[in-house]
């Protein structure tokens, strides 16, 4: 089983910018399709950003503009960039396949916090 390891999570002021960081070391890593999906407290998780394997990406309306999701096949990596960050971006990170939260493939990994506050 696959268990992904996030990173680069941490508090930020409103405005403010974090680079996420996912590793994972599955067979075939570039042939995947990955995302970025979020859990904030009291609330369900949800798909943030979606890769492909040829680098097409999807973006979840909340975060269209501000957030850019990126893949580096030779270190079996997945990063978020996050721009512009708000308050309502608070919540645990994680990476995992394919873009619904109930169906990953992979373990799900321990997650980054991302906290955005003044």
């Known amino acids: 089983q696959v268990q992904p390891v996030e990173s680069g999570g941490g508090l930020v002021q409103p405005g403010g910018s974090l680079r996420l960081s996912c590793v994972a070391s599955?067979?075939?890593?570039?042939?995947?399709?990955l995302s970025w999906y979020r859990q904030a407290p009291g609330k369900e998780r949800e798909r943030v950003a979606t890769?492909?394997?040829?680098?097409?990406?999807n973006y979840a309306n909340f975060v269209k503009g501000r957030f850019t999701i990126t893949r580096d096949n030779a270190k079996n990596t997945l990063y978020l960039e996050m721009n512009s960050l708000k308050p309502e971006d608070t919540a645990v990170y994680y990476c995992?396949?394919?873009?619904?939260?109930?169906?990953?493939?992979?373990?799900w990994g321990q997650g980054t916090q991302v906290t955005v506050s003044s």
């Open positions: 995992n396949t394919g873009v619904s939260p109930t169906s990953p493939v992979f373990n």
């Open positions: 599955p067979t075939s890593f570039s042939l995947w399709t």
């Open positions: 890769i492909v394997s040829s680098g097409n990406t």
